[in-house]
């Protein structure tokens, strides 16, 4: 112990101020070996064991500190994870607090707004105003229900002009031949055959029948064709130009409205006559025939067929509708397209009902169902169908 202190008292570096009077108890002798002690030495050197026992403890202290200082921080990943969790957790709570003080805002300001404003109490003006609108109502659903049934049964405003007849007499018959803007050799073989021309064709409606070719218009309206065939009706006058119908293939089967509506309109006739341009007609047979039905109202006259409906796309005949037709994709009957002859009621119905009225891939069809839901009265006449073998036929191929 007393070499540590000795060794201590080496190391340490002098005072300035210090002398050996500072330690009264301690007094070196000249060869530097010896120590000799005072009276009071005991108490320093007590004083200097605690002095020494402090300085050992102080670098373990200090030690330990700067150990337990370098020591890193280590925070394991659960810890990270739930912080985070936990702060988005503050957010989501702090949103729909602050949503909830909106929603919360905006329904105490409609509940103020609601309690400024007085129940509406219902006088007894307002009472009878809603009584009369009631009845009002159902005198426009009884009027509706009227109004079907009469179209139903064929009722027409009479707004005839009676182009084509200088006298004002009923018709028997208005007869027209489908053609197209290709077609004018075809219109020139039977102007000079069945179909009389000129002065011939004034005095045939002087009898009651009127014969034009019908035609729509060019896709391109003012075109071309529509010129030639302006400039063809001008020096022949037997057209009936369907202005609201463009005229093409896929547009077929709709020319049948466009024709029956526009000469319900036009003419005042007990039967209307569509007829393709492929065929002869015996125009003394067709009169004769229709002369002895004059007066049969809902008469539906043709070539009466059905047959199989096409279901496979690219063949003739194809119908993109055959599954309405049913398992066996049968065609009801109906007359045939070459000749079909309405009365002047059923016409009339399809005039009314004309946008209402659903068309098929083929126009006989078409005409056929339109008549399965009326009281039509199916006529079937050989004598109409042009492919017969009969001598009495009323058409032919041509």
């Not at 890193?72 to 810890?79: F, I, R």
């Not at 039905?293 to 796309?313: L, T």
């Amino acid at each position: 112990m007393l070499q540590k202190f000795r060794l201590y008292l080496r190391k340490r570096k002098p005072c300035p101020t210090s002398s050996k009077q500072d330690f009264p108890g301690l007094r070196r002798s000249t060869d530097h070996t010896k120590i000799e002690t005072a009276p009071h030495f005991y108490s320093v050197l007590s004083l200097s064991l605690s002095l020494h026992i402090e300085m050992e403890s102080l670098p373990t202290t200090m030690k330990s500190e700067r150990r337990w200082r370098s020591k890193p921080l280590q925070t394991s990943k659960p810890s990270l994870l739930m912080a985070f969790f936990s702060c988005l957790a503050w957010l989501y709570v702090a949103g729909r607090l602050w949503q909830d003080a909106e929603n919360r805002k905006v329904l105490t300001n409609l509940l103020y707004k609601n309690s400024l404003q007085r129940p509406k109490i219902l006088t007894v003006e307002d009472k009878l105003s809603v009584l009369g609108c009631r009845d009002l109502e159902r005198r426009i659903v009884e009027a509706e229900m009227e109004l079907t049934l009469a179209k139903s049964q064929g009722y027409l405003n009479k707004q005839l002009q009676q182009s084509g007849s200088s006298s004002g007499k009923k018709l028997l018959a208005v007869i027209g031949v489908y053609t197209g803007f290709g077609s004018r050799l075809k219109r020139n073989v039977f102007r000079g055959s069945w179909m009389p021309k000129g002065d011939a064709l004034r005095k045939l409606e002087e009898r009651g029948v009127v014969i034009r070719f019908v035609i729509g218009r060019s896709a391109n309206r003012g075109d071309s064709l529509d010129r030639n065939i302006n400039e063809e009706n001008r020096s022949t006058k037997d057209f009936l130009i369907l202005e609201g119908h463009e005229e093409a293939q896929e547009e077929l089967p709709k020319k049948a409205k466009f024709f029956l509506s526009t000469a319900v309109q036009k003419w005042d006739a007990d039967f209307f006559v569509k007829v393709d341009d492929n065929i002869d007609l015996d125009l003394e047979a067709l009169i004769g025939l229709l002369e002895r039905r004059r007066g049969q109202d809902g008469a539906y006259i043709g070539c009466m067929k059905s047959g199989d409906v096409i279901s496979e796309e690219g063949k003739p005949w194809y119908e993109p509708d055959w599954w309405k037709f049913g398992d066996e994709k049968s065609y009801f009957r109906h007359a045939g397209t070459a000749l079909i002859i309405l009365s002047k009621n059923l016409a009339q119905y399809v005039n009314i009902n004309s946008a209402s009225l659903k068309t098929y891939a083929h126009d006989d069809t078409s005409v056929g169902s339109w008549m399965m839901g009326l009281q039509a009265t199916y006529i079937d006449d050989n004598r109409l169908c042009c492919s017969s073998i009969r001598q009495d036929k009323v058409c032919s191929l041509a």
